[in-house]
């Protein structure tokens, strides 16, 4: 079999062909600088030709993409760079703009960890919530300042936010995660009743102790209608119980939503199957007053509306 280079000599229309590449690429507005600039010789460029269209027919700083997911680079969300190394053409990549920002977004996400969690609730603004009356404008001046004091490392109570079906508790919840995710604080929000049934189903897969220990260890957590589950002694004493105790020790911030307010709270957490438990009902709320302070949310039912 012929060697290449003879095949190609051999062929007119070939040589011809390769030549008129060589003359578009080395006369390309982003490569002919680059040439007079270092020097490169004709030897440089017969060797390194195929380095040169690579770097012509990629994007530089995003110049033709729009974004990361459109990128048309060979190395995704990259941009080429031309340098000179033992007398070769060669070529390195660096991080581009848009991965830059696309990498903040994929960061941004693990800021908040949700579980059971609304898409709309994931998604809340604070500048979204309806400050119509005078419980959501206290409740939203009040979260506020709250954000601010975690962003300080200032030591502050978490809220309890109970009031009837629909008026926009899990909503401000979200709202506060995401501010606190713009301030690269992490927060863990859950549906009470739905993580209730995840740890008893981790008692199966080995998993209960690290679910329950990564919820309890949480910078910031938010347990969304708590109220709502089965209330059980396990779940008071073994899952709820130290848990809240645990968050009360560490001064950890804590928000909670529920269709009760606090002393309906108390009553549920009071009656269980086996009986009347005043005693440990009243130990848990010693625990939310002491992590929360109550703000009451009523007015119309947004889901229906």
């Not at 690429?25 to 390194?48: C, G, L």
């Not at 809340?124 to 959501?136: H, L, N, P, V, Y």
């Not at 979260?143 to 079906?165: L, Q």
Request: aromatic fraction near 10%; proline fraction near 5%; charge should be positive.
């Amino acid at each position: 079999m012929k060697p290449f280079n003879a095949f190609v000599k051999n062929n007119p229309g070939i040589m011809a062909k390769i030549e008129q590449v060589k003359r578009e690429t080395v006369e390309h507005p982003e490569i002919k600088p680059f040439i007079e600039r270092h020097a490169v010789t004709e030897d440089m460029i017969d060797k390194d030709l195929s380095i040169l269209q690579e770097y012509k027919d990629q994007s530089k700083l995003c110049d033709r993409c729009q974004s990361y997911g459109q990128c048309i680079n060979f190395v995704k969300g990259h941009t080429p760079h031309l340098y000179i190394e033992d007398e070769r053409i060669k070529i390195a990549y660096t991080p581009c703009p848009n991965k830059k920002v696309h990498d903040e977004e994929q960061l941004m996400k693990e800021y908040v960890t949700a579980m059971h969690v609304p898409y709309e609730t994931l998604n809340a603004k604070i500048s979204s919530i309806d400050i119509e009356g005078t419980e959501r404008i206290r409740i939203v001046k009040r979260a506020m300042a709250i954000c601010n004091d975690i962003a300080a490392g200032r030591p502050t109570k978490g809220m309890y936010i109970h009031g009837s079906f629909g008026t926009g508790k899990s909503y401000i919840l979200g709202a506060i995660a995401n501010q606190l995710k713009e301030r690269h604080i992490y927060t863990t929000i859950f549906y009470v009743p739905e993580f209730i049934r995840e740890l008893k189903a981790g008692f199966n897969d080995r998993t209960y102790e690290t679910k329950l220990d990564r919820v309890k260890k949480s910078p910031v957590l938010m347990l969304d209608d708590i109220g709502a589950e089965d209330m059980t002694p396990w779940v008071r004493d073994e899952v709820l119980g130290p848990l809240l105790h645990y968050r009360m020790m560490n001064q950890l911030p804590t928000f909670f939503t529920s269709n009760f307010n606090k002393e309906e709270l108390r009553y549920h957490f009071q009656k269980t199957k086996v009986g009347d438990e005043k005693t440990k009902a009243y130990r848990m709320m010693e625990r939310m007053d002491a992590l929360t302070d109550a703000y009451p949310l009523n007015g119309k039912n947004y889901r229906r509306s």
